[in-house]
């Protein structure tokens, strides 16, 4: 089966109106820390002011000669949509549509003198989940088990939210919290800090699991300051505390604070910086973003390159999106997925921001449907061409 067209689209789901909630989500009121917080225009505060953060959606469709077409998502608007259509999409055109490898291996060679570590990264991960979910509609297969799953029934997870109490309340027994310093803060900072993370454990308990992310807000000195901090309050890991071309200081950090787990890789590109952490010993759980690493195939290498070295992976935001879902339902590597909760306290999770056909947590896990594919459920008409649009000022990047 021939591969007929590639290209970047956007993807209109019906507009629902989600029950009222009891509280607003924490994204509304809890400042953030992140690397653009060291500029005095950008202090700490939600991300959806700060630049650079996500960037508007982009979904690639990918469509077979008879008719078939599959769908992937990444992020990073307009450099990211035309990489797709103007680098990638000619070189793909009239291929054999299974070969994925192959395919993956024309878009990495082509790419080597403008780069792969960025956005041509982030492109080739979109082009690459469509791939796999064309591949899955033609052979009537899901993607699970075209990588040799299910290894598990249910897949385990942990909530990313500052709303710890609706966590526990969902029936999550791991929770993750946002960090809202910068290390500009300076002792200030891990004052605000030790605030946050001590109420937090006075009010799961010692029972539940917690974790902190970072987002790279931090620096070698205050991480480590950090580290002992989150030891004495028995937190489970520290989560991307440096930025990722610093992989000597996140060596650093645990050298210092050996017991300290970290965890890192949402915005580490392809295999290779995971390669080169997993060598130093510079981190104990992988944490590749399957939207933007280079998509499944590139991630089941990194899975590989950690279980090799003894070390775990927990994809970033990975039981958020169908593709996810499958990934972590195969691996064995895998022992639990991340749900990230931007919802607002007290409406149910089915009416979070979740791909139609997406498996939706209960009690802290998550079935996933064997539904062909990645199991997404898009009808054509909800489909159109990406085009450019111009931000509004004051409209939020995230």
Known sequence: ???????????????????????????????????????????????GKTPGFRGREVWVKVTAEDGTFGLGRTSFGAPVAELVRGEYAELLVGRDALATEFLNGLMWEASRRHGTLGHSCVAISGIDLALWDLKGKLLNLPVCRLLGGPSRTKIPLYATTNDVEWALELGFTSIKLPNQIHWSQGLDGLHILE??????????????????????????????????LLKKYSFRWMEEPLIPENIRGLAAIKRAVPAMAIATGEDHHTMYPFREMLEQGAVDIVQPDIQWCGGLSELVKINALAEAHGVKMVPHAAMNTPFGQHLVAALVNCPLGEFHISSDVGVPLEHSHLVPGCAVPKDGFIEISDAPGFGIEVKEEWISDWTTVERKAGESFY
């Open 195 to 228: 605030d946050q993370i001590a109420a937090a454990r006075e009010l799961v308990g010692p029972r539940v699991d917690l974790m902190l992310n970072p987002v790279m807000a931090f620096d070698v000195e205050f991480a480590i300051r950090v580290a002992e």
């Open 1 to 47: 089966m021939k591969i007929v067209d590639v290209r970047p689209v956007t993807v209109a789901f019906p507009k629902k109106t989600p029950p009222k909630g009891t509280k607003e989500n924490w994204h509304q009121y809890l400042p953030r820390g992140l690397p653009m917080n060291r500029f005095e225009d950008w202090p700490p505060t939600v991300p």
